[in-house]
């Protein structure tokens, strides 16, 4: 199982990225994938999850109308739209698969490396 992550950056506030996530070594189709960050002295915190379905079923209050999560069955590939982006959204964040949300943005399943956003004021 392989998670890979890209499309982070440095950005200004109320700019956009998209975050990538390639899986490969499972049935896409029969997984969750969630994204995750993680920031330096905070704890971990679930963003975003699309179902196995392809229904994006969380978005964490902190990012609600602001990034959308989206998949690509076909390229084995999950987004994370982020727009509007703030200082805090600053983090490294994690792609993870699950057979459900709550197991893939626990990181109780597999997950990637990550790539960090960094939001400057």
């Known amino acids: 199982v392989q998670l890979v992550e890209s499309g982070g950056g440095l950005v200004q506030t109320g700019e956009s990225l998209r975050l990538s996530c390639v899986a490969s070594?499972?049935?896409?189709?029969?997984?969750?994938i969630g994204w995750f960050r993680q920031a330096p002295g905070k704890e971990r915190e679930g963003v975003s999850c699309?179902?196995?379905?392809?229904?994006?079923?969380y978005y964490a209050d902190s990012v609600k109308g602001r990034f959308t999560i989206s998949s690509d069955n076909a390229k084995n590939t999950v987004y994370l739209q982020m727009n509007s982006l703030k200082p805090e959204d600053t983090a490294v964040y994690h792609c993870?698969?699950?057979?459900?949300?709550?197991?893939?943005?626990?990181?109780?399943?597999?997950w990637g490396q990550g790539t960090q956003v960094t939001v400057s004021s």
């Open positions: 993870a698969s699950g057979k459900a949300c709550l197991t893939a943005m626990l990181g109780l399943g597999s």
């Open positions: 070594g499972f049935t896409f189709d029969d997984y969750a």
């Open positions: 699309i179902s196995s379905d392809n229904r994006p079923v």
